[in-house]
């Protein structure tokens, strides 16, 4: 919804608000925790060069700091389309009283 006066248009698009929330998902969420979890090569690398505890240790902690960062997305994600939703809703409230209808 959008309010136009001569050449200024001020509003809210809830169907673009929805496209940009699922575009910051979709580029900014998914990619990176899918690249988060490509470790294979990280791995074969390390097991290649190093052997024992230190190793099994170093990729144990890597995966726990993986999944961490992974999650700590999940949250954000949530947060941001929360954010938006509640951005959403004050407008749709500010729309329906800006004008009353008189009788």
């Known amino acids: 919804m959008s309010l136009s006066i001569n050449t200024v248009t001020h509003g809210y698009s809830q ?16 990619e990176t925790k899918n690249k988060l979890g490509q470790i294979e090569k990280i791995r074969s690398t390390i097991e290649e060069g190093w052997q024992g505890q230190a190793e099994i240790n170093f ?21 941001l389309t929360e954010e938006f939703n ?7 409230e500010q729309d329906r009283d800006m004008v009353q209808v008189e009788e």
């Open 15 to 30: 169907t673009g608000a929805a496209e940009f929330v699922n575009q910051i998902h979709q580029q900014a969420i998914v």
């Open 59 to 79: 990729m144990t902690n890597f995966q726990n700091g993986v999944k961490a960062v992974q999650n700590a997305l999940d949250e954000l994600d949530a947060r």
């Open 86 to 92: 509640t951005i959403g809703q004050t407008w749709v």
